[in-house]
């Protein structure tokens, strides 16, 4: 039997190179007349390399639950399309079928699946409903609230923290004076997750929590809107608000500027999210920015790890936030000086 050494003995040649020149390697640089040596060294020995069996890479199919108003508006659910657009970068490249699950549409959904990506908080009854329809063991949450921290793995990030970093930045600023404004949280979410505890909890430590100033009701902009008219209901208005998400943010101060107040010399406002439509408001809104896309790209990483069996303990990853700063908040320090 010819073997690969014996043609590059007759060649002449490097065994190496006489390997990269039969299997087509395109990367390799070679004269006509090297490349004709070899060629004729096989033919005068008969040569015939052994066909190397294609490896078949296994493709995956993945539920990727989420509530039924997650991708109505690109504005008020800006997060969602985030996490959704670094999902998908990772999946493609990585040979995963990703498949838009509702949970409206979930009783009807019939495929099977080798493992799920469930969006946002959802309520106890929803992950119930999720249980019993999915059976996949291979499920990763994104975002703060795991009712089965054994069992399903998470991405998410350190609400406590965020919030510190919201607080802190204004306190930089010369803020003392700063209310909370956002959307009710969602059902049987941990006190340790919640922006408005969270909020409540930094102030009260530094003895300026102001309970008229803390007002939650319904999410996006209209709720915005809403949120802000009550805040021009109180008696005497905070310097700064931090508002529990952007959408709402968006929302407040359109409001605000209706009502002929100007951002930031009135009042400052920075939101939470880091949504690429903050970019865009006048003025452009500081926010503290949740790392959405990197999410759902580790998202998929994980979740390969459990369907290739690489690892079978659930696990938590918190991915960092940062504050972006633009011109929705005002130096206060300098007007005390």
């Known amino acids: 039997m010819v073997r690969l050494e014996d043609v590059a003995k007759k060649a002449g040649i490097s065994k190496t190179t006489v390997s990269r020149v039969l299997n087509g390697d395109e990367t390799i640089t070679v004269t006509d007349q090297t490349r004709k040596k070899i060629m004729d060294a ?54 995963i079928n990703i498949v838009s699950v509702p949970l409206e549409y979930l009783t009807t959904i019939q495929a099977s699946f080798d493992g799920a990506i469930i969006l946002g908080n959802l309520s ?23 009712p089965f921290p054994d069992e399903y793995d998470q991405v998410s990030f350190n609400t406590a923290n965020a919030i510190e970093k919201v607080i802190d930045y204004l306190h930089s600023l010369g803020h003392e004076l700063i209310g909370c404004l956002g959307a009710e949280e969602a ?16 102030m009260k430590s530094h003895n300026q929590y102001k309970k008229q100033w803390i007002i939650f009701g319904d999410k996006g902009i209209s709720g915005g809107h809403e949120l802000a008219e009550k805040l021009l209901e109180q008696s005497s208005l905070p310097t700064a608000v931090f508002v529990a998400n952007d959408p709402t943010a968006i929302g407040v101060m359109q409001a605000l500027q209706d009502r002929g107040m100007k951002i930031p010399e009135d009042i400052s406002v920075i939101g939470f999210n880091g949504d690429y439509t903050t970019e865009y408001t006048y003025p452009p809104l500081t926010t503290l920015k949740i790392n959405t896309n990197e999410m759902g790209q580790e998202a998929v990483f994980m979740l390969l790890e459990r369907m290739k ?3 079978t ?22 007007v005390n000086e």
């Open 42 to 95: 096989v033919n005068e020995l008969g040569y015939k390399p052994l066909r190397r069996k294609k490896v078949k890479v296994k493709s995956y199919n993945v539920a990727m639950i989420h509530n039924d108003e997650a991708f109505k508006s690109t504005v008020d659910r800006a997060y969602y399309f985030s996490v959704r657009n670094g999902i998908e970068k990772i999946a493609i490249k990585k040979k």
């Open 124 to 146: 106890t009854e929803d992950y119930e409903k999720i249980r019993k329809y999915i059976q996949p063991t291979n499920v990763v949450v994104v975002g703060i609230q795991n």
């Open 187 to 202: 059902e049987g979410i941990r006190s340790e997750d919640s922006r408005k505890v969270q909020f409540i909890k930094k």
């Open 309 to 311: 069996d690489y690892r």
């Open 313 to 334: 303990i659930a696990k938590k990853v918190e991915l960092a936030t940062n504050v972006i700063e633009r011109q929705s908040c005002k130096d206060f320090s300098e």
